[in-house]
């Protein structure tokens, strides 16, 4: 059974920076594509980016485009989300997935975790 678990959110100011991670264990994820997506209060929960196996390929929400990077480390087995000019926009509890397959679609990812807080002052 493979799990996920985010770590790195807290309470930002508006303008700041946080670097979130995601932790695998229970399967090596090195042929998995990442992903991070977030709800915010009231709101459905949204694709934010995602990276291929290779680390090649990364994808966007326009929202969060020349802010947000994503990256991984297979040695780790990890995943990251540096996250940069944070808004109060942000604020959501992030979560992390993987899958065989890419997909902007939460709900098809195969494997997702518990989340973690980002909260934005503005």
């Known amino acids: 059974q493979v799990q996920l678990v985010e770590s790195g959110g807290g309470l930002v100011q508006a303008g700041g920076s946080l670097r979130l991670s995601c932790a695998a264990s229970?399967?090596?994820?090195?042929?998995?594509?990442m992903g991070w997506f977030r709800q915010a209060p009231g709101k459905e929960r949204e694709f934010v980016a995602a990276?291929?196996?290779?680390?090649?390929?990364?994808d966007y929400a326009d929202s969060v485009k020349g802010r947000f990077a994503i990256s991984r480390d297979n040695a780790k087995n990890a995943v990251y989300l540096q996250m940069n000019s944070l808004k109060p926009e942000d604020t959501a509890v992030y979560y992390c997935?993987?899958?065989?397959?890419?997909?902007?679609?939460?709900?098809?990812?195969?494997?997702r975790g518990q989340g973690t807080q980002v909260t934005v002052s503005a």
């Open positions: 990276i291929r196996w290779s680390g090649g390929w990364t």
């Open positions: 997935a993987a899958s065989w397959n890419y997909d902007r679609d939460y709900d098809r990812w195969r494997y």
């Open positions: 229970g399967r090596t994820l090195s042929s998995y594509a």
